[in-house]
């Protein structure tokens, strides 16, 4: 097999992330470029991947100059700068691997999607939990008419704790404003599932979300402004900064907080960088709890609740249809099928398939792209398919700040 050629436009966690498959599967792809600010991370990815000299860029603006360098480009910056690399690199011909979401604003999401469409490209946005054996395994059972027709859906999304306070609160999605509100950021993953399993389109939402944790009010006496300041509530404190990132452990999260993973450099990066904020005390806006309430063509219902305050870092979803139920949790990978009037049956999950983050979500994804890719067609992850859970969070959005029902309009 001729391996698919790919540029990384943001060598991130998630450049970093997809990247790795050429590692894993090199018969299969193939990184031949890369474009980075950030030298330690630029450096970090071509050196893994054996990238020339004159391959290695400071921006993707450098890099989408020039002549087409490969068969796709990944598209792995932060949430407002999609746009302008993904339709770019679409008009010189590159298929794209667009992270989520696929742009912060409406206008743009739309954009893309019609350019897309125009485009003879493969674009797929990187819908993760679409390509776990664990939503596969349910949407099968759906699509084989076990519970017959979908009535109504609930799903949690558990956050975590100490991911609420590392992405949310300290890190890179703490401001609405600079990257994008969290129904957009976290759960467009979930909108986008819950439309898939239900698979009518959504004609309106409400939510009601607030932040009520992470805000000055709620600092404890004497807290400073970084936990490494002398923090009296070092103890108590389950956000207290080196009982998450100085456990020995140097993988994600820890990861992102510098290249430097030696318990000096992570230190260092606590007592200089974000990450050493006290909860408390920082620049952010994004919600701690937020509900979605959906309504789909033809009468299904849909419930989504998103939360900060879970031990757990996984999804629960019960799925409701006319001839029986579905009740399934992510994080013990148990999905139970119980028809009605028959015994309830526990579905297996394919042994493997979770070699990558987000439940083997990651690499199922790439996989699925570089298939795609080489054989044709249209990604299950289009950005036609991807445009519709954008516009729910951009309405919901508008639900809950303004106290509204909003329509949801193709
Ligand atoms: N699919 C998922 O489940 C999932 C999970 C996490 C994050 N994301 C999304 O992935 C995207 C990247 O997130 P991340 O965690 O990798 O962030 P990150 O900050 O680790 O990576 C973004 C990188 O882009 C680089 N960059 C900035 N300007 C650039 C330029 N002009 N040219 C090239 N690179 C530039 C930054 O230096 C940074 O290294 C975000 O949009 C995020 O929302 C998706």
Redesign the pocket.
């Known amino acids: 097999m001729v391996p698919v050629t790919a540029v990384v436009?943001?060598?991130?966690?998630?450049?970093e992330i997809y990247a790795g498959y050429a590692l894993r599967h090199p018969e299969e792809l193939k990184i031949v470029a890369v474009?980075?600010?950030?030298r330690d991370?630029r450096e970090r990815l071509a050196e893994a991947h054996g990238i020339a000299p004159e391959r290695r860029f400071a921006?993707?603006?450098e890099l989408l100059a020039l002549p087409r360098l490969a068969d796709a480009a990944f598209v792995?910056?932060?949430?407002g700068?999609?746009t302008a690399p993904a339709l770019l690199a679409l008009e010189k011909g590159y298929h794209i691997l667009l992270?989520?979401?696929m742009s912060n604003t409406e206008e743009e999401c739309r954009a893309i999607e019609a350019a897309a469409r125009r485009a003879d490209r493969v674009l797929a946005v990187?819908h993760?939990l679409r390509y776990t054996p664990f939503y596969q395994a349910i949407k099968a059972l759906v699509d084989a008419g076990e519970i017959g027709e979908v009535c109504a859906a609930a799903q949690i999304e558990n956050v975590g704790y100490w991911h609420q306070a590392h992405s949310f609160v300290r890190g890179?999605?703490r401001s609405s404003r600079d990257?994008s509100p969290m129904l957009l950021?976290k759960s467009c993953?979930d909108m986008d599932i819950l439309l898939w399993l239900v698979g009518r389109d959504c004609r309106r939402v409400s939510s009601f979300g607030s932040l009520g944790r992470f805000t000055a009010e709620n600092a404890p006496a004497g807290a400073p402004a970084r936990c490494l300041d002398g923090c009296p509530h070092s103890e108590s404190c389950p956000y207290y900064a080196p009982k998450i990132y100085l456990t020995g452990k140097t993988g994600w999260p820890v990861d992102?907080l510098t290249t430097d993973l030696t318990p000096e450099g992570i230190r260092k990066a606590l007592e200089e960088g974000p990450y050493g904020r006290c909860v408390y005390r920082c620049d952010n806006d994004v919600v701690d709890r937020q509900v979605v309430d959906l309504e789909f063509a033809g009468g299904a219902v849909a419930s989504f609740v998103m939360t900060a305050f879970t031990a757990d870092f996984s999804r629960q979803l019960k799925l409701l249809g006319t001839a029986g139920q579905i009740q399934a949790d992510m994080g013990t990978r148990e999905i139970v099928l119980h028809r009605f009037g028959e015994e309830p049956r526990q579905i297996p999950l394919p042994d493997g398939g979770e070699e990558s983050g987000?439940g083997g979500g990651d690499y199922g994804l790439v996989g699925d792209f570089l298939a795609t890719v080489r054989g044709g067609g249209e990604s299950r992850s289009s950005a036609r398919a991807s445009l519709q859970s954008h516009l729910i969070c951009f309405a919901a959005e508008r639900s809950r700040l303004r106290g509204t029902v909003e329509d949801v309009t193709l």
């Open positions: 436009l943001g060598a991130g966690s998630r450049g474009a980075e600010p950030r991370r921006s993707w603006e792995c910056t932060l949430d700068m999609h992270e989520k979401p990187c993760v890179n999605w990257t950021q993953h992102v987000h």
